[in-house]
């Protein structure tokens, strides 16, 4: 105690420059280090038929909305829509890149491709009937339908607004699924359009980036045992269609890049 007779406060514990020194830094197991064959593993790619991949992809999709609680976005009932009314569409974004990338995944929204004008008034009103209890957004060159409440759409429906755009509508691939007919981008096409993508000034970084995940994933998938290889002058002259005058060299080297494990990077231009 001190001379007024309260309790003094413990001694503090010093530790040297040389105790500090002497401790040894913790051992990772050898599991921790070492991931090549986990690595390997995690990043394999599947040889899917394109019905399938879609499938796959609407799976988890929809199974993650249920589970969350989300309202219901059914594929299905997408197409079926669409075909009662006998509008010619393709279908984009994760489910149209599925096959092409080997690797399906869950994704919030549905991306429909259609012509401009009376064709894309009618896909907007079928999907209108269809799910009245979505806001419509009309932005520039696309219908969004959100959820009241939320800011993200959750279904996209688009006309081409870039030449490459409408080459991806102009030879789309047909699938039939489960009685549904409709059409997904071939392989070059759906590169050249995440190529455009890429290079959108206007289009978030992080969505950038993703596309260039994909674009990587799609020119890896390609080289795969029981692929068809890219068709590189069709792409070339699709990338040129991106971006004149450079875009098909450019979109070229991002596929040899890629398949060298190299993620393009048109932001680092």
Known sequence: MNEKGDPMPAPRRTVSAATAVKKKPRRLAPSLVDLTEWEAMK????????????????????????????????????????????????????????????????????DILVKSGRNHARAVKALRELYPELEVHNLTGVAAFVVPGERESVIDVTFPHRHDIAETLATAIWLENEGLRYRIPRLEAALANKYGAML???????????????????????????????????????????????????????????????VPNPMGR
Request: hydrophobic share 40%; charged share 30%; with cysteine.
């Open 43 to 110: 990043a394999t790619r599947r040889n899917l038929r394109p019905a399938d991949a879609v499938r796959e992809c609407a799976y988890l999709s929809e199974e993650y909305r249920k589970r969350f609680g989300m309202p219901e976005i059914s594929l299905k009932k997408i197409v079926k829509a669409l075909q009662a009314k006998k509008i010619s569409f393709v279908l984009t974004g994760a489910h149209g890149i599925a096959t092409w990338t080997g690797r399906p995944r869950s994704t919030k929204d549905v």
């Open 200 to 262: 959108a000034l206007n289009r978030d970084h992080v969505k950038r980036a993703q596309d260039a995940v994909d674009f990587m994933g799609m020119a890896r998938h390609s080289t795969d045992e029981g692929r068809d290889p890219i068709d590189m002058e069709w792409l070339a002259k699709l990338g040129e269609l991106v971006w004149p005058g450079g875009g098909g060299e450019e979109i070229i080297r991002f596929v040899e890049q890629a398949k060298a494990g190299v």
